[in-house]
């Protein structure tokens, strides 16, 4: 079971000057014995377990922008203020002006053991741009200058932890919405879909039933297993949805999802949550 608030990233985001909701989007594709994942919405905090659950002992924070700390002068505090003010202890490490800048880099990066992760990301307040990697307890200030220089020059397109081999997962998020992961273990990218599911039926409980948090049971990996082999790329949109059941049409994508790119005419799948027996089903839109 998973709790779900009103304040999700499926309840406040919305698309295009309509204010339509946000879809669910899903795109994996595997690559050097990575696998690589674009999806929404989901915010950071939302899937913190998940990253948990893979990583090394610690976890760097790599990228931090944020409107919930600004200074004086409008900026976004430093990263280890904001890691005070959450009480959350942690190792700095400064890299300098040069990567001032420079996407996805900080000027300084905090290292910090990853059961204190969730403790970060306690929902309090969003950050609009944020970069988390695993990394092992023990590692030392020239490893985290040669990851820093690895994740401040890759291309868009090329995979980073075939060249960081003791990191297992490499998180970025942008606007608490957008989700771009890269992994090494094969099982994350169905855990993320199967929370995606629930995340966006929970949002459509909250929002009916004007509770702060709707309690949602996750479907089992064979579900979003079976939704992986079928396609490498879905969009996902509420159906019918009452205090008892809630339906979530899914259709195929020629490729990963967009911003404009609009549900098709028909949906290709339905999946079901039955609230009163925490159970999903899966069935032709046909």
């Given at each position: 079971m998973?709790e779900?608030?009103?304040?999700?990233?499926?309840?406040?985001n919305s698309?295009?000057?309509?204010?339509?909701?946000?879809?669910?989007?899903f795109?994996v594709?595997?690559?050097?014995?990575?696998?690589?994942?674009?999806?929404?919405a989901?915010?950071a905090g939302?899937l913190?377990d998940?990253?948990?659950?893979?990583?090394n002992?610690?976890?760097a924070?790599?990228?931090?922008?944020?409107?919930s700390y600004?200074?004086?002068?409008?900026?976004?505090?430093?990263?280890a203020l904001?890691?005070a003010?959450?009480?959350v202890?942690?190792?700095?490490?400064?890299?300098?002006?040069?990567?001032?800048g420079?996407?996805?880099l900080a000027?300084?990066?905090?290292?910090?053991d990853?059961?204190l992760?969730p403790?970060?990301?306690?929902?309090?307040?969003?950050?609009?741009?944020l970069?988390?990697?695993?990394?092992?307890?023990?590692v030392?200030?020239d490893?985290?200058?040669?990851?820093?220089?690895?994740?401040g020059?890759?291309?868009?397109?090329?995979?980073?932890l075939?060249?960081?081999?003791?990191s297992r997962?490499?998180?970025?998020?942008?606007d608490d919405c957008?989700?771009?992961?890269?992994t090494?273990?094969?099982a994350?990218?169905?855990?993320?879909l199967?929370r995606?599911?629930?995340l966006l039926?929970?949002?459509a409980?909250a929002?009916?039933t004007?509770?702060?948090?709707?309690?949602v049971?996750?479907?089992?990996p064979?579900?979003?297993e079976?939704?992986?082999?079928t396609?490498p790329?879905?969009i996902?949109?509420?159906?019918?949805?009452?205090?008892?059941?809630?339906?979530i049409?899914?259709?195929?994508?020629?490729?990963?999802?967009?911003?404009?790119?609009?549900?098709?005419?028909?949906?290709?799948?339905?999946?079901?949550?039955?609230v009163?027996?925490?159970?999903w089903?899966?069935?032709s839109?046909g």
């Amino acid at each position: 079971m998973i709790e779900v608030g009103q304040q999700g990233a499926f309840s406040v985001n919305s698309v295009g000057p309509e204010g339509l909701p946000f879809p669910l989007s899903f795109s994996v594709r595997e690559a050097e014995g990575l696998w690589r994942v674009s999806a929404g919405a989901a915010q950071a905090g939302e899937l913190v377990d998940l990253f948990v659950a893979v990583a090394n002992e610690a976890v760097a924070v790599v990228s931090l922008e944020t409107n919930s700390y600004l200074d004086e002068d409008w900026h976004t505090l430093r990263p280890a203020l904001i890691a005070a003010d959450l009480g959350v202890p942690c190792r700095v490490h400064t890299l300098g002006s040069w990567a001032s800048g420079t996407h996805g880099l900080a000027e300084e990066l905090l290292v910090l053991d990853r059961d204190l992760l969730p403790r970060l990301l306690d929902g309090t307040w969003s950050p609009y741009e944020l970069t988390l990697i695993d990394v092992p307890a023990d590692v030392t200030p020239d490893q985290l200058d040669e990851l820093a220089l690895v994740l401040g020059t890759a291309d868009v397109d090329q995979p980073v932890l075939s060249h960081l081999g003791d990191s297992r997962v490499w998180f970025s998020g942008h606007d608490d919405c957008y989700v771009f992961l890269e992994t090494q273990d094969p099982a994350l990218p169905t855990a993320l879909l199967a929370r995606l599911l629930s995340l966006l039926a929970g949002s459509a409980l909250a929002g009916i039933t004007e509770e702060p948090l709707s309690r949602v049971p996750e479907p089992g990996p064979w579900l979003p297993e079976q939704l992986i082999a079928t396609a490498p790329h879905w969009i996902g949109a509420l159906g019918n949805v009452t205090q008892d059941l809630v339906t979530i049409a899914l259709a195929v994508l020629p490729d990963p999802w967009h911003l404009g790119v609009s549900f098709p005419r028909q949906a290709d799948l339905t999946v079901t949550l039955d609230v009163r027996h925490g159970t999903w089903r899966i069935a032709s839109a046909g």
